[in-house]
């Protein structure tokens, strides 16, 4: 009853283990990682990616490389063709000796059945049974033998076929090697040459630069003592007297070369006098920047030429181009006339007279470097009197400023401002067209199309200053400043 009930008792949990079994399906052999969060609930992880560590990936990467490093390399395959090939050779004679040890074998079985024949021909009854048992086991004794013997042979064709593969092998190794070898030493005997020219290359260098150091060293020491004899011929009073000789003959050079620009002068003046013998008037005042040039006669009596025709032009060679508005005997010079020629064309009854000064017009020493410090301020400022406004008399005589500034020009009294104007195509600035003695000093301007102004200045200097100085910063802004 008990062993029943033991039975039962094993074939129910055998069938529970069954049913849990075939219902549970076991993803890998590890138990599941699973989180339990709030009532009880089971929170699986995101199945992301694993990102191998750098330890692993740098023991992947050693491990790669052993193995590189493990290589088997020609020689050590035919080292190993060379263990195979022993282990071939013993293989061989341990067949032979089984060969021996199966035909002694032989021997015996043959020995033994002829002597259980014997014993059989002697015995009857159950004794003549258990010999012919006997011969049965030997005859079966001596077919498992054969048998061997055949697998024996079997097993010695293979190795023979193993042994002449290794053989081959051997020698394919040995011929590679050779090969490996000739190609090494050829390598080996390229790489000397190699080695041997740079060698040479390098001391042939060396040789030069020793050969050009000591030119080198020779030529230093020929100046060395060339300067000490030197040193030696000419004592420290004497090379100053020389310096003092040569200081005064520069000197004299510069005046020689002052008189001679005057007399240049001089002379083309001469030529322009002797050419133009008949006419009757010329130019008075210096060929300049910041002086007047005005149209005088050359003998006593001349005809008045303050009601006639009057034109100044600026030549340089052969381009001749006309200065609108110089229509009066007086002119001053404005920065555009600097390194040109000024001409005057006087038409009087339908005679016509030209009048060229005798050398281009020279800048105003200074002016240059004046200009360049003022185009570094954002805004300059001048003061002015405005003598004309709109073409009539400005009656006020008070103090204005003129700023020139690098976007606009603009001129104020005071709080109030006059004129305050961008640089556009409309905007004209030049030097006043004549005007008497204060020419020189004076500008026009044209603000926009309908305002103008006569402005003068306190010195000539500012004026010309200032025009320059406008007309850079409306080229700045890709505006030509001009006269009408």
Known sequence: M??????????????????????????????????????????????????PSLKEIVAKETTQLLEQQQRLSVRDLADKFEKGLSAAAKLSDESKWREVASLDRHVLLKKLRDVLDQLRGRV?????????????????????????????????????????????????????????????????ESARTAVQRVEEALQEQEQMSRSVEKQELEELKKEIREARRIKMLHQPSRVMDMEHE??????????????????KKELAMMKKLEENKSNLYELEGSESLGSCLCIVARTGPAPDISNCSIQWYRTDGSKKELISGATKTLYAPEPFDVGRFLQV?????????????????????GLGSYVEALA????????????????????????????????????RKGWSTKAKESYCASMQLCGVRGGGNAAARSIFWQAKKGLSFILAFESERERNAAIMLA????????IILAGP
Do not use: W
């Not at 040569?246 to 007399?263: D, F, N, P, Y």
């Not at 405005?386 to 700023?403: K, P």
């Open 246 to 263: 040569l200081q005064g003959l520069r000197m004299q050079i510069a005046e020689k070369s002052v008189h001679c620009i005057q007399l």
């Open 345 to 365: 064309e006087i038409v009087l009854n339908d005679e016509r007279f030209l009048v060229t000064t005798t050398s281009p017009i020279e800048p105003a020493a």
């Open 471 to 478: 007309r850079r910063f409306a080229f700045d802004c890709n």
């Open 376 to 411: 570094r301020r954002p805004e300059t400022e001048f003061n002015v009197v405005v003598t004309q406004m709109n073409g009539h008399d400005y009656l006020s005589r008070s103090i204005h400023v003129f700023h020139v500034g690098k976007m606009r020009i603009k001129l």
């Open 124 to 188: 009857a009854g159950r004794n003549k049974d258990d010999a012919d048992e006997a011969i049965s086991m030997v005859e079966a004794l001596a077919v498992q033998l054969t048998q061997r013997e055949g697998e024996l042979f079997h097993e010695k064709a293979e190795v023979k076929k193993l042994a002449t593969f290794l053989k081959q092998a051997i020698e394919d190794a040995k011929k590679v090697i050779e090969e490996e070898r000739a190609f090494a030493l050829a390598e080996i």
């Open 2 to 51: 008990t062993r029943v009930t033991r039975d039962f008792g094993d074939s129910t949990q055998q069938e529970a283990i069954h049913l849990v079994s075939s219902d549970v399906n076991f993803v890998s052999g590890r138990f599941p990682d699973y989180q339990i969060g709030a009532n009880n609930i089971i929170i699986e992880p995101e199945d992301n990616p694993r990102v």
